[in-house]
């Protein structure tokens, strides 16, 4: 079983849409993020949520949204997408504890055009 | 800001060999923890090993193992006996006391010649 598993892995959409990731973990773990990974491999992170608190890095523009219906999930939702957020985007999850591991999803893969 | 850096975007190894991947850190609090994650042609990330700064012992894991120097903010991951499928970009990351959220460094691409 996956353990964290996000969709579509692939999305091409033009500029000027609203789009949505979805992102489901089982393996219990009390936090969730997203990561943007850029052209250059650049890896940074975007949020951090647990049913207490979310934590923005302020480097993302308020068009992107995560949104949890629960615990096990984490979605992001972008609104009026542009060139520049072209990108590969990773769900992962832990649970919350500095030396615990993160598990990542396989990413999706997002293309605007 | 609190940053991670490795200086080495390529590294190039023989089959059997062993290669040094350097990382740099900066850091305001006393104890935190470091991560090295692979990423293969798949896309998938991998925790290959991690540290805690307040031990002074060195992490291993089979055929990987780091040099922590604290006082440095070095942590460098060694991979002994390469293998093929070692080829992948590696990533640096220390972690955040808020959120525990991964910062990452720029990755290391190692590629492994036969």
């Known amino acids: 079983d996956t353990a964290v598993s996000q969709t579509p892995k692939y999305l091409v959409t033009q500029m000027g849409n609203d789009k949505s990731i979805k992102c489901e973990q089982n393996?219990?773990?009390?936090?969730m993020y997203w990561y943007k990974q850029d052209s250059k491999k650049f890896l940074k992170i975007m949020f951090s949520?647990?049913?207490?608190?979310?934590?923005i890095n302020e480097t993302v523009p308020n068009r992107f949204s995560p949104k949890s219906p629960d615990k096990a999930h984490l979605n992001l939702h972008i609104n009026s997408l542009e060139l520049g957020d072209s990108a590969v985007y990773f769900c992962?999850?832990?649970?919350?504890?500095?030396?615990?591991?993160?598990?990542f999803g396989q990413g999706t893969r997002l293309t605007v055009v | 800001a609190q940053t991670v850096t490795q200086s080495q975007p390529e590294m190039s190894v023989q089959e059997a060999e062993t290669v040094t991947l350097s990382c740099t850190y900066d850091t305001s609090e006393s104890d935190y923890y470091l991560f090295w994650y692979k990423q293969p042609p798949s896309r998938q990330m991998i925790l290959v090993i991690r540290?805690?700064?307040?031990?002074?012992q060195n992490a291993t894991e089979n055929r990987f193992s780091v040099n922590f120097q604290k006082a440095a903010k070095s942590f460098s991951l060694k991979i002994s006996d390469s293998q093929l499928g070692d080829a992948a970009m590696y990533f640096c990351a220390r972690i955040h006391n808020a959120g525990n959220m991964l910062t990452f460094g720029g990755g290391t691409r190692l590629m492994v010649k036969p």
């Open positions: 992962a999850s832990s649970q919350g504890h500095l030396n615990t591991e993160a598990f």
């Open positions: 949520y647990n049913n207490k608190e979310l934590i």
């Open positions: 540290q805690e700064a307040y031990k002074q």
């Open positions: 393996l219990g773990h009390d936090t």
